[in-house]
């Protein structure tokens, strides 16, 4: 088992910033692919970032890319999504999420793991 929590949501304005960070604690942690999900009400939930078990390499969903970055620190357990540049259709929840795989994987019957979620607003 693998227990996810996330914090640092919030409201910001658009053009502004926020870090989301995600603890994780139960097996070892190096061993996960970790991703970022978000739900807006009414939609599906949708791929936002994936970064792969070393930190090396990391993919994005289009509508993201250039304006967010993932960074995981598996000394402490921990991975993070910086988001700049918010603009109001990135409000949604955000989720931190889990797969052993090796592969990049997008969709999210692929995570075996979730956290519960933190609500993101960004206001125009």
């Known amino acids: 088992q693998v227990q996810l929590v996330e914090s640092g949501g919030g409201l910001v304005q658009a053009g502004g910033s926020l870090r989301l960070s995600c603890a994780a604690s139960g097996r070892t942690f190096s061993n996960f692919r970790m991703g970022w999900f978000r739900q807006a009400p009414g939609k599906e939930r949708e791929f936002v970032a994936l970064i792969s078990q070393s930190g090396g390499s990391a993919y994005y969903a289009e509508s993201v890319k250039g304006r967010f970055t993932i960074s995981r620190d598996n000394a402490k357990n921990t991975v993070s999504l910086q988001m700049n540049s918010l603009k109001p259709e990135d409000t949604a929840v955000y989720y931190c999420?889990?797969?052993?795989?090796?592969?990049?994987?997008?969709?999210?019957?692929?995570?075996?793991?979730w956290g519960q979620g933190t609500q993101v607003t960004v206001s125009s």
């Open positions: 999420a889990a797969t052993p795989s090796s592969r990049v994987v997008v969709t999210p019957p692929a995570y075996n793991y």
